[in-house]
Structures are given as structure tokens and as C-alpha cells.
């Protein structure tokens, strides 16, 4: 009975403490890479399996345009006429330097059997260039994109919180009363 009643105590903190935990470690591959100055994208295709899996959370460096190689994996948005509508990652299968208007990029997805049908010129002085992922993770920050899941992972447990902070005052408060009306009655005996 005794082991029933520390089990009872125990599983509640036990339970908001891995809350806890994987909210901070969540946090923590949210912001460090942000702060050390890492971009982070979601892989939602299959493009790329083998190595970034579908559901991984890439994070990307900014590279000046002139640092690329044929081999780099990069994050770009495609030509608007090229189909893929929102960014994409694939590997550059080629540079081509044209002398005018900066080079001329073709990509492919590991994954695909072909190269990518459109060339690209990069817009901008730097490129975000894979560095690394953490698979899986993706998944987690799709699903929070999603305004009830937010709800349901910050309103939960903020509920839960005050909730709980609550019960601590109606107990004290409670207590407090008892001690009271105790030490009334004793002192009410004494006259």
C-alpha cells in the first residue's frame, strides 16, 4: 500500500518533469542554432532521402554566393515557372559562370533520378548552405505551425500550471484557517 501511495506522489512530478525537460530541449534546437546564426528548415519531401530524410530539421549557414560548390546541399526558392511552388533542397550538380549576372546553378535531389529541369541565378549575396539535421524534429515544428497544437502545447500546460497553483492556495488557505480556529479555541478555553 505504502509503495501504491509514493508511486502516487511521484508519477505526477515525474510526468511534468519530462514535460519540462522535452519542452527546454524543443526551446533549445529552436533558439541555440537561431543565436549561433543557423537558418532551419523542415524537409517535407523525399527528395533528399538518404541524406535528409523527410520529417528532418535542417539548419543551414549563410555562405557568400562565391563559397558554393558542386556538392553543396542548398535551401533556394525555384524559378517561378519551375514548378515547385515554396522553397526547395537539393544538392548543386552544377556551376556554370557565365560572366554576366552571376552563375548559373543546376540542382538535384539525391533521391530523384534526374537533375532538376531549371537553372537558377541566386538573387542575393549569400546563400543558406546545409550544415546539419537533426532528424525527425522536423515533424515537431510542422505540427506547431498549427494554431490548436500551439494552443494544446502552450494552453495546457499553462492551464495546468495555474490550476495547480491554485489547489496550493485553497490549501494553505485551508490550513491556515484550521491553524486559526485551533488556536482560538485553545486560547478561548483558557479565560
Known amino acids: 500500500m505504502e509503495c501504491r501511495q509514493r508511486l502516487?506522489?511521484?508519477a505526477p512530478k515525474?510526468?511534468?518533469?519530462?514535460?519540462v525537460a522535452a519542452g527546454l530541449c524543443l526551446a533549445a534546437t529552436m533558439l541555440v542554432p537561431?543565436?549561433?546564426?543557423?537558418d532551419r528548415y523542415v524537409i517535407t519531401g523525399g527528395s533528399m532521402s538518404g541524406a535528409y530524410d523527410r520529417g528532418s530539421l535542417l539548419y543551414?549557414?549563410?555562405?557568400?554566393?562565391?563559397?558554393?560548390?558542386?556538392g553543396?546541399?542548398?535551401?533556394?526558392?525555384?524559378?517561378s515557372d519551375a514548378g515547385p511552388d515554396g522553397p526547395v533542397t537539393h544538392r548543386i550538380v552544377a556551376i556554370r559562370d557565365t560572366g554576366r549576372g552571376g552563375p548559373v546553378f543546376r540542382t538535384k535531389g539525391d533521391a530523384n533520378p534526374s537533375r532538376d529541369p531549371w537553372t537558377f541565378r541566386l538573387d542575393g549575396p549569400t546563400q543558406a548552405r546545409a550544415a546539419f539535421a537533426i532528424p525527425y524534429l522536423g515533424y515537431a515544428f510542422?505540427?506547431?505551425?498549427?494554431?490548436?497544437v500551439r494552443i494544446a502545447v502552450i494552453g495546457v500546460p499553462a492551464?495546468?500550471?495555474?490550476?495547480?497553483?491554485l489547489v496550493g492556495l485553497w490549501r494553505e488557505a485551508g490550513e491556515d484557517a484550521r491553524s486559526a480556529h485551533a488556536d482560538s479555541g485553545a486560547h478561548s478555553g483558557e479565560t
Open 159 to 165: 492551464a495546468l500550471v495555474a490550476v495547480g497553483l
Open 60 to 70: 543551414a549557414d549563410e555562405v557568400p554566393v562565391a563559397e558554393l560548390r558542386v
Open 8 to 10: 502516487a506522489r511521484f
Open 72 to 79: 553543396d546541399v542548398i535551401t533556394y526558392t525555384p524559378p
Open 34 to 38: 537561431a543565436l549561433l546564426g543557423f
Open 14 to 19: 515525474a510526468v511534468g518533469t519530462a514535460i
Open 142 to 148: 510542422s505540427a506547431l505551425a498549427i494554431r490548436e
